[in-house]
């Protein structure tokens, strides 16, 4: 006979990012509670809250890590655009660039401020889709 446990097919395998956040959350409290005294009452209200704080971590985990992923894109994003933007102005201040040249340039530069509208329409239709 086979002793081996197959996965069980109710749980899929996926990311388990949040599992780590809230274990890592979790061993944080203990280590902080192992460093206080004793006599202290915070060491055991601390080590009594940890599941309860390890719970909660990985469920405020699961449900805000898509939005401050995106976050953190939009925030790189909009200083990726402002610097193209800023390059372009430079562009066509400069009288050694010819216009047709230059309205080619204005055209990227409605193209990039255009691109930060259809970035929040793909995330809203991709959050209100599921």
């Known amino acids: ?21 809230g274990g890592g959350g979790g061993m944080i409290l203990v280590s902080l509670a192992q460093n ?3 006599d202290n009452i915070l060491k055991s209200w601390l080590l009594i809250l940890t599941p309860a704080f390890t719970l909660f971590l990985r469920y405020i ?5 898509a939005e401050a992923v995106f976050l953190i894109k939009e925030v790189c994003a909009y200083f990726n655009r402002r610097k ?13 660039i010819s216009e047709p040249q230059k309205h080619k340039f204005r055209i990227e530069r ?3 401020k255009l691109s ?7 995330h809203y239709e991709k959050n209100n889709s599921s």
Do not use: C, F, Y
């Not at 985990?61 to 890590?65: E, F, I, L, T």
């Not at 193209?84 to 050694?96: A, E, N, P, Q, V």
């Open 36 to 38: 206080i005294s004793d």
């Open 61 to 65: 985990w699961r449900h805000a890590s």
């Open 1 to 21: 006979m086979n002793n081996v446990n197959p996965q069980p097919a109710s749980r899929p395998q996926q990311n388990n990012i949040e599992d780590i956040a």
């Open 110 to 112: 409605e193209r990039i």
């Open 84 to 96: 193209l933007i800023r390059g372009i102005d430079s562009l066509l201040r400069d009288d050694t």
């Open 116 to 122: 930060a509208i259809e970035a929040l329409l793909k």
